[in-house]
C-alpha cells in the first residue's frame, strides 16, 4: 500500500520560508516522478514543482519559479519542497503526489498525501 505523509506545514509571515517535506512508502520510490500540488479555500488544485525520477529534471509553476525548491532523496524516499520569499497568495494546503509521468497534471498521479497547510500572513 502505497502512502505518502507530508510535515512541514505552517504559519509564516509574507517574506519567509518554510520547508516541506513527504515521506513516501509501498513501492520503489525511485521509479517514479514526485510532484508538489497546492489547493487554496475556494480553488482548484494546482500544480507547483514536480521532479524526475533521478531528479535530474524539475519544472515549476510561473507563480513559484525563483521562489521555491522541489528535491528529493531516493536513499531516504522522500521529497522536499523549499518555499523561500513567501507571499500571502501561496497560502493554501500542499499535497505531494507520486505517479510515472514527468508531468503537471492532476490526473496523472496516483497516488496523494494528506495535505500540510501554509498559511502566509501579510
Known amino acids: 500500500q502505497v502512502q505518502l505523509v507530508e510535515s512541514g506545514g505552517g504559519l509564516v509571515q509574507a517574506g519567509g520560508s518554510l520547508r516541506l517535506s513527504c515521506a513516501a512508502s509501498?513501492?520503489?520510490?525511485?521509479?517514479?516522478?514526485m510532484a508538489w500540488f497546492r489547493q487554496a479555500p475556494g480553488k482548484e488544485r494546482e500544480f507547483v514543482a514536480v521532479?524526475?525520477?533521478?531528479?535530474?529534471?524539475?519544472s515549476y509553476a510561473d507563480s513559484v519559479k525563483g521562489r521555491f525548491t522541489i528535491s528529493r532523496d531516493n536513499a531516504k524516499n522522500a521529497v522536499y519542497l523549499q518555499m523561500n520569499s513567501l507571499k500571502p497568495e501561496d497560502t493554501a494546503v500542499y499535497y505531494c503526489?507520486?505517479?510515472?509521468?514527468?508531468?503537471?497534471?492532476?490526473?496523472?498521479?496516483?497516488?496523494w498525501g494528506q495535505g500540510t497547510q501554509v498559511t502566509v500572513s501579510s
Open positions: 503526489a507520486t505517479g510515472p509521468l514527468y508531468t503537471s497534471k492532476v490526473t496523472s498521479y496516483d497516488y
Open positions: 509501498g513501492r520503489t520510490f525511485s521509479n517514479y516522478a
Open positions: 521532479i524526475s525520477r533521478s531528479g535530474s529534471m524539475t
